[in-house]
C-alpha cells in the first residue's frame, strides 16, 4: 500500500514564507514526477509545480520567481518552498507522484494540506 503524506501548511500573512513536504512510503519501487497541485472552493485543482526524477521542473505562472519545488529521491520525498506569498495563494495544496509499484506505474494522491494566507 502506497500513501502520499503532505505536511507543513498553515496560517500565514502576506509575505511570508511556508514549506511543504510529501513523502511517498509503502511498497515502492520508484517513484517518477512529483507535484504540487492547489484547490479552493468551488474550482478545479490547479496545477502548481511539477519535478521529475532526474529533476526537470515546471512551474504555474502564478507562482514563477516565489515557489520552488525539490525533491530528495532517497527519502520519496517533495518539496515546495512558498516565499512571498500572496492572499490568492490560499488553497488546499496536494501533492501528487507517479509510482512504480511492482510491475505498474500509479498516480497518487496525498490527502491535502491547507495554506491560508492573511492580508
Known amino acids: 500500500q502506497v500513501q502520499l503524506v503532505e505536511s507543513g501548511g498553515g496560517l500565514v500573512q502576506a509575505g511570508g514564507s511556508l514549506r511543504l513536504s510529501c513523502e511517498a512510503s509503502g511498497t515502492i519501487f520508484t517513484v517518477n514526477t512529483m507535484g504540487w497541485y492547489r484547490q479552493v472552493p468551488g474550482k478545479q485543482r490547479e496545477l502548481v509545480a511539477l519535478?521529475?526524477?532526474?529533476?526537470?521542473?515546471n512551474y504555474a505562472e502564478s507562482v514563477k520567481g516565489r515557489f520552488t519545488i525539490s525533491r530528495d529521491n532517497a527519502k520519496n520525498t517533495a518539496y515546495l518552498q512558498m516565499n512571498s506569498l500572496k492572499v490568492e495563494d490560499t488553497a488546499a495544496y496536494y501533492c501528487?507522484?507517479?509510482?512504480?509499484?511492482?510491475?505498474?506505474?500509479?498516480?497518487?494522491w496525498g490527502q491535502g494540506t491547507q495554506v491560508t494566507v492573511s492580508s
Open positions: 501528487n507522484a507517479d509510482i512504480w509499484v511492482g510491475v505498474s506505474m500509479q498516480n497518487y
Open positions: 519535478i521529475s526524477r532526474g529533476g526537470s521542473i
